[in-house]
């Protein structure tokens, strides 16, 4: 079983989770605009409780988002920072993925569709439907306004912080989804399991390819390219 250090900072929980011979140790906190400052300290704290360095590592994984700028900005530059030094590969995860997999991990849920808050009066949101443990896309992570969200026929557990727009949403779409009443963060240990799985199917990638999604970048280059 491989050696993975996850770290997510892309919403305002920081979270850092390490397993080892399927040990799982986590840190995780709800520390706006602090990430900057902990998190580094958060994951020597954590290997030192391990009695292991970077360089023991297997891998480094990363909430590469969808979320905030800001915050993606500073898991991707620690793990590129840390995985160059010590010559390691990192392994990019989704931190709707990851929100999802909270949520139907505590809650049992088969089908979720998870959604971040993207200002602007626009939500990050995908869904899924779960085989075997691990999240099988239904709709492709995407920047939306609320009011053009579809969904496939179904039921979901809807968990995020995006369903503070539920009120602007069609009716079709408040009809499928159960809002889930726990507040639910992306999370390291949960980039865990989807970061393992990614291992075991080859998907990880060099310290240079360890980028971010922002989605929006993406539909405004798609945008341009059309004028």
Not at 47 to 73: E, K, M, N
Not at 123 to 140: D, H, K
């Amino acid at each position: 079983m491989p050696t993975i250090l996850a770290l997510d900072t892309s919403t305002d929980a920081c979270s850092v989770a390490l397993n080892i011979d399927g040990s799982v140790k986590e840190d995780f906190r709800v520390i706006p605009r602090q990430h900057t400052q902990q998190l580094l300290p958060m994951v020597q704290e954590m290997l030192a409780d391990a009695g292991i360095g970077v360089r023991d590592l297997d891998a480094i994984a990363f909430g590469r988002g969808p979320g905030s700028f800001a915050g993606i900005r500073i898991a991707t530059g620690v793990t590129q920072g840390l995985a160059y030094a010590a010559d390691i590969p990192v392994l990019p995860v989704s931190t709707l993925e990851a929100l999802a997999l909270a949520a139907a991990r505590k809650e049992q849920a088969e089908r979720v569709v998870a959604a971040l808050d993207a200002r602007m009066d626009e939500i990050y949101v995908a869904s899924y439907r779960f085989e075997n443990g691990l999240p099988c896309a239904e709709l492709n992570e995407k920047v939306s306004a609320p009011s053009d969200l579809q969904l496939e026929n179904g039921t979901y557990l809807a968990v995020g912080s995006g369903w503070r727009y539920l009120e602007d949403m069609s009716e079709a779409v408040k009809s499928a989804v159960t809002v889930a009443s726990e507040t639910y963060y992306p999370s390291a240990v949960d980039m865990l399991v989807l970061a393992e799985s990614d291992w075991q199917k080859g998907k990880a990638v060099s310290a240079e390819q360890a980028l971010p999604v922002y989605l929006r970048d993406e539909v405004a280059w798609k945008k341009k390219d059309q004028q």
